[in-house]
């Protein structure tokens, strides 16, 4: 019987069975997906998680992968208005690359995730739990951890209620894009004053940009879904920078205000961090951070309930520490969002609006 069983390989996941390594648990990580991604998805870390990876021994790999000091150059109604430098000491790196880095480290402590491996069904017992698989085999372990993201099969197993709104129609189109001729020197932030706009950033260590732009919409009003071709006419239409023309998009995706979060985080041996417990929006990039701080503070509950004589005590703490953090994050990043929505119709204003 293994230690800790887990369930999605994010940098939730990821950061949680690394630790856990680091600590003497024995561990197994799943995921349904067939193979790793490679989409920039969320694209920046905070000092506090820097801090986890650095604790970790993947600091100084995320340093040389990701870039500081990113300048952000912004346009309005076509024309370059002004340049503002980052200066929120974190570190812009693709979602995909601190998942490399963490599967890497996690591989040196002797541990690889098991794709293509789902989990159907969840049982517990005052000795463990039991997860059920796809394939019809069964694991068995101490305990089980939810790192399986905003549609969480964990948590929906579970029955436990994902509380909160989702907006009907996408907000925006998100992907990763290559723009040959466009300079990569900077986040290129176009803004109208009709309050559409299109931006581009450039993933280090790639020739991509992450896009991120208002959805088209149809002669009905309604959003069209993302596309390499909507993408070229969202530039075109908002940037008019002649000559450049997108290709190679390898990730399409349309992105919806979702303010929820689970109602606990706990059913006895099983918990949930990440995105499985808790989503928000996009701005000041708290995602993917919230859910590594979940991480750490979940290793440091499994360890004192594997070690320690309060078991019960310690998992009541995770959800203690965790759960009204998950609320201030989703109050946070909505007044965030608010901010960036107002910024973007003045001229010189963007997406540092939410970065503080």
């Known amino acids: 019987m293994t230690d800790v069983l887990i369930a999605g390989s994010g940098p939730t996941g990821l950061t949680l069975a690394c630790d856990l390594a680091l600590r003497g648990v024995s561990v197994r990580v799943l995921d349904q997906r067939p193979t790793p991604h490679r989409e920039s998805r969320g694209k920046g870390l905070t000092p506090d998680s820097l801090e986890v990876f650095a604790r970790l021994g993947t600091g100084e790999r995320m340093s040389a992968t990701g870039a500081r000091g990113l300048v952000l150059r912004k346009y309005f109604d076509g024309a370059h208005v002004n340049d503002t430098p980052d200066s929120g000491g974190g570190l812009l790196i693709g979602q995909w690359q601190v998942e490399e880095i963490l599967r890497e480290r996690l591989a040196e402590l002797g541990v690889r995730v098991e794709y293509g491996t789902r989990v159907t069904a969840l049982a517990q017992d005052p000795a463990g739990v039991t997860a059920r698989l796809a394939d019809g085999g069964s694991v068995r372990a101490g305990y089980a951890a939810g790192c399986d993201g905003g549609h969480s099969t964990t948590r929906e197993l579970l029955g436990i209620p994902f509380e909160g709104y989702t907006e009907e129609k996408p907000t925006m189109v998100v992907g990763d894009v290559r723009a040959p001729g466009l300079s990569r020197e900077y986040w290129h932030q176009w803004f109208t004053s009709e309050g559409g706009g299109i931006m581009l950033c450039p993933m280090p260590g790639t020739d991509t940009f992450q896009l991120q732009a208002s959805p088209e ?116 990043t909505s007044e965030r969002h608010r901010r960036v929505l107002a910024a973007v119709r003045e001229p010189g204003r963007g997406t540092e609006a939410g970065m503080r």
């Not at 303010?259 to 993917?288: F, K, N, Q, S």
Request: hydrophobic share 45%; no cysteine; proline share 5%.
């Open 217 to 332: 919409t149809d002669g009905r009003g309604e959003p069209l879904p993302a596309s390499l071709e909507g993408f070229q006419r969202l530039f075109d239409r908002h940037a008019g920078v002649p000559g450049i023309r997108l290709t190679e998009a390898t990730w399409l995706s349309d992105w919806r205000v979702n303010v929820r979060r689970a109602a606990r985080m706990r059913e006895g041996r099983i918990l949930l961090a990440g995105d499985a417990a808790h989503v928000h929006p996009i701005a000041g990039g708290l995602g993917m951070n919230t859910g590594i701080q979940d991480a750490a503070a979940l290793a440091r509950t499994l360890a004192a309930a594997l070690t320690g004589p309060a078991g019960d005590d310690a998992l009541d703490g995770y959800e203690a520490e965790r759960l009204p953090a998950a609320e201030r994050v989703l109050a946070d």
